[in-house]
């Protein structure tokens, strides 16, 4: 693993050089997503959906997250002055986390992916736990994380279904975050307790997210969990203090997903989420396309 400085001035890597990302790169790094998903979706024959004007915004502004609460861990790869490929990741507590890694594909097979996780894994403290999501039909791409330690841990299963029938009885009731938000010390207790850490950052990002509202999961007017739902039924994330409690919360979030019109809902779990797993299937949702893996050291 290299050890690389934080400053912005660029180094040289043959045609390809290296530097921190600034605020007029966002767009750019959207854009190499935007071409790179692209030809990953052709090379296995199936059709991405088109960009949304939501999901633009939303996608600008986790990079806007990105610079303002973990600039050093966000590089860009530029060749002859344009941006070729990007990677940022956070630090919360001891996990990084890799959060996103492209490359344009006419780049791809020269170092630059490599170099740019490189450079985003220098910035973790030592002790730190390395995790990533990456998919399974990725198998370059997750040779060179397992080769800088982070293996593969378990498996994230993501369901499309109908938002249409009834949810199962529930003493759960959601109910809207308040204008000010959630108080940070719930949050960040549960976060601690179910995630491992806590992620203030990330409720801030989600809370300007267009189109995402957060609920608290409450039985008898006390908080025990949280949900964010988007208004066209996409599903988290979540957290419930209680494992017994995920099987009703993405029931009542799914009744919530049909009030705001949503014809279907989609939702990512964890493969030992056996009983949440086996209550999408009930509700004839059906597994999607494609399968991630959550690495970690």
Known sequence: MH??????DATSDGLISYRIARDDDLLRTREVFLVTQDALN?????????????????????RE????????????????GLVVGYAAATQRGRVWYL?????????????????????CLATAPPGSILTTISEAAQPISNAIYMRRGLVPATPFLSFTGPTAGDSRPTDLQLQPFPAAGPESGFLDALD?????????EEHEYWARSPGL??????RGGRAIGYVYLAEDGAIGPAAVGDAADLVPTIGLAIARAREFGAAAMRV???????AAVAALVGRDARLGDGMTLFLAS
């Open 192 to 200: 601690a307790d179910v995630v491992g850490f806590v992620r203030p």
């Open 268 to 274: 990512r779990l964890t493969g030992a989420s056996r």
């Open 42 to 62: 052709r090379s296995r024959g199936v059709s991405g959906s088109p960009p949304t004007a939501v999901s633009h915004a939303r996608s600008m502004l986790f």
């Open 99 to 119: 959060a996103s890694l492209y490359v344009l594909p006419e780049f791809q097979g020269r170092g630059a992916g490599s170099e740019l996780l490189d450079r």
């Open 213 to 218: 509202h957060g609920y608290l999961v409450a």
């Open 65 to 80: 997250h990105s610079r303002r609460h973990d600039p050093e861990r966000f590089w860009v790869a530029e060749s002859n």
């Open 3 to 8: 050890a690389f400085g934080t400053g912005t």
